[in-house]
């Protein structure tokens, strides 16, 4: 019987290996590889004795949207391209999907999710879905998070290990710099030649969405985060450093700033959920590890793969492969903008009046400040202020609109 570990990897890699060689990375003349990291989401569900896993989402690569430029991006363009942060805005994709179905025709079932049956629905835009109890949520990832829980490896990496000087202006935070500062929030990217931007590391978010689940504040209007939430995480072996581990997600680390008063005045299913951290002996085919047995061998690769079960996407640059940026052209279907459309039209057919309002606000700000959203504010706030400190919001991009016609 396959480790567990090992088994949610090899569904998530068996996946990565059907996608077209145009979402993959590209070898160079004299055989320069490129390599990139992959997450994926993996569910199990059914019986305790008989689970049965899938992989539903996946994504590949490494880059971020520097600060200057979020306001060009009008909802079109992703700020945040890491393997971990594309996967898991493929599984809210993949959620939304899951709700389409059920709302196009009522007399369908899903093992993922169902419809709530609950007086508060059609009333007060409670959310009409949730997940089936018996699903659980596993996380793959072919390189240890960056950030707070990957320092210890990323000081071992360096030929030398001083801390590499940065400015830390008001209101920026720390990237790679300053290792003597652990158990902290810190942005990517991570190199100090980098431009400046405010997306928080992969270790930050993840240890954010073991309180606000997985779910976006948008899909949270329409599935409850009950049973949205990470039960394993799933690194390479040789990257598990069990220090790094327990400051950057446990109660023994920074989240045990979060005390159980806190978490207990929390509503609307939310909840502090622990994952756990496991290990595989897998490698990755195209990870850093894989391409670099000689140091001038390898690169990074600039391509972004999305995966759902019937959707794929290659992105570059945070928009669809063949576009450029910020020309309102190219939005990947993991943009805001396209999630926040696929959303609208699920409270449509759903036949939720109440929802249906919230999500046609004149803005996406709007939107994200709905009251139906306030226990989400509510928790990310706590997080923030209580375990997560320092954690400046990435804002810019928010005042655009739909189109009055959609939906």
Request: charge should be positive.
């Amino acid at each position: 019987m396959l480790h567990h570990g090992d088994h949610i990897a090899g569904l998530v890699t068996a996946a990565f290996e059907r996608l077209p060689q145009k979402a993959k990375p590209r070898i160079h003349p004299g055989g320069i590889k490129e390599w990139v990291p992959l997450s994926g989401i993996v569910i199990s569900h059914g019986s305790h004795e008989e689970k049965k896993h899938e992989c539903v989402s996946l994504g590949t690569g490494m880059r971020c949207l520097q600060s200057s430029k979020l306001h060009l991006a009008e909802g079109n363009c992703l700020h945040d391209w890491h393997a971990e942060i594309v996967a898991i805005r493929a599984f809210n994709l993949f959620i939304l999907q899951k709700c389409m179905e059920l709302s196009q025709n009522p007399k369908t079932t899903s093992y993922i999710l169902h419809r709530q049956q609950h007086p508060k629905v059609l009333e007060d835009g409670y959310p009409p879905f949730t997940i089936n109890d018996d699903v659980d949520i596993h996380m793959y990832c072919s390189e240890c998070p960056c950030g707070d829980s990957s320092m210890e490896l990323t000081m071992k990496a360096q030929a030398d290990a001083t801390p590499w000087q940065e400015t830390n202006q008001a209101g920026t935070i720390i990237g790679r710099g300053h290792f003597s500062k652990l158990g902290v929030v810190r942005r990517k990217p991570s190199r100090a030649d980098a431009p400046v931007s405010l997306s928080k590391s992969c270790s930050d978010k993840l240890a954010l969405k073991q309180c606000t689940s997985l779910l976006s504040g948008v899909v949270s209007l329409l599935v409850s985060p009950a049973n949205a939430y990470l039960k394993t995480l799933v690194i390479p072996q040789d990257q598990y450093v069990d220090e790094s581990i327990k400051r950057a997600f446990t109660r023994n680390g920074r989240m045990g700033a979060l005390g159980s008063a806190i978490e207990e005045s929390w509503m609307s299913g939310y909840g502090f959920h622990s994952f756990e951290v496991t290990t595989t002996s897998r490698q990755f085919n195209y990870s850093k590890a894989s391409t670099q047995a000689h140091e001038s061998q390898h690169k990074r690769s600039n391509m972004t793969a999305m995966w759902t079960p019937g959707t794929q996407e290659a992105l570059i640059g945070g928009v669809r492969q063949g576009n450029r940026q910020f020309t309102g052209r190219g939005a990947s279907l993991l943009s805001r903008r396209r999630l926040w459309q696929t959303a609208l039209s699920v409270a449509k057919l759903a036949g939720i009046a109440a929802l249906s309002e919230t999500l046609q606000q004149s803005s996406y700000a709007q939107v994200k400040t709905s009251p139906l959203l306030s226990s989400r504010r509510r928790v990310k706030k706590d997080v923030c202020t209580a375990a997560l400190t320092g954690w400046v919001p990435n804002t810019g991009d928010e005042q655009f609109f739909l189109d009055p016609s959609y939906g």
